[in-house]
């Protein structure tokens, strides 16, 4: 079954550093998805793109975070200047075609430890 | 910003015995989602709930979605030690785009 790959599973970085985390949706979905998920706690929204620019945002994604999709296949999340606070599990996720009706597949996640 | 309520927050249980997690908002949903997340993973989608008192089961889970569209269950019955995980129900929210809202999630551990 296809799956959503996601590079590195884990990540240290020094606070102020700029980290891009790695995302290859499956090959034949059409929107994409950053969540985040703190030690604990519940997997919050950060982004969702679509045809080749983001669709919404929340609040957690400012001007530090942004998004890209250079070719056809990689998705990238990229932090400009860590905070300590931005550790947490980045989780992406891709979704076949239109309607929030059609699940999400999410990645095994990568692990951001800004020390 | 809206929200969706899951409790309980936590479930210890014996395996063998039933569980149940639920979910409510204050607006009516298109639809609910619901994932489980094993310890260290990511969620995995187990079903989705679209239809007004729709029920869905799977196995021994049997997911509910209330006449009003604006609460839903989960309930397993007879639990396992593979049960073991942190249970989510998820709402699409504002536009088609689909970002989904998580509840908080219940942390069910099973005891053999």
């Known amino acids: 079954e296809p799956e959503v790959t996601q590079t590195p599973s884990h990540q240290v970085t020094q606070m102020g550093q700029e980290v891009i985390l790695r995302c290859v949706p499956i090959?034949?979905?059409?929107?994409f998805y950053w969540y985040r998920q703190i030690l604990g706690q519940k997997v919050e929204f950060l982004v969702s793109?679509?045809?080749?620019?983001?669709?919404?945002k929340s609040e957690i994604f400012d001007d530090q975070f942004s998004v890209e999709r250079p070719d056809g296949s990689n998705f990238t999340l990229k932090i400009r200047s860590t905070k300590l606070e931005d550790s947490a599990m980045y989780f992406c996720?891709?979704?076949?075609?239109?309607?929030?009706?059609?699940?999400?597949?999410f990645g095994d996640g990568t692990r951001l430890s800004i020390l | 910003g809206q929200q969706v309520m899951q409790i309980p927050q936590y479930q210890h249980v014996q395996e063998g015995e039933d569980f149940t997690t639920y979910c409510n908002s204050s607006?009516?949903?298109?639809?609910i989602q619901w994932y489980k997340q094993r310890p260290g993973g990511h969620p995995v989608f187990l079903i989705q709930l679209v239809k007004s008192g729709e029920v869905k089961k799977q196995k021994r889970l049997t997911f509910q979605f209330g006449e009003a569209k604006k609460n839903s269950s989960l309930h397993i019955t007879a639990t396992q030690t593979t049960d073991v995980g942190t249970y989510f129900c998820a709402a699409p929210r504002g536009t088609s785009y689909g970002k989904l809202t998580f509840g908080q999630g219940t942390i069910l551990t099973v005891h053999p």
């Open positions: 607006t009516t949903l298109s639809n």
């Open positions: 996720a891709s979704r076949a075609g239109e309607g929030s009706n059609q699940p999400q597949h």
């Open positions: 090959s034949n979905h059409l929107y």
């Open positions: 793109f679509y045809n080749n620019e983001i669709s919404e």
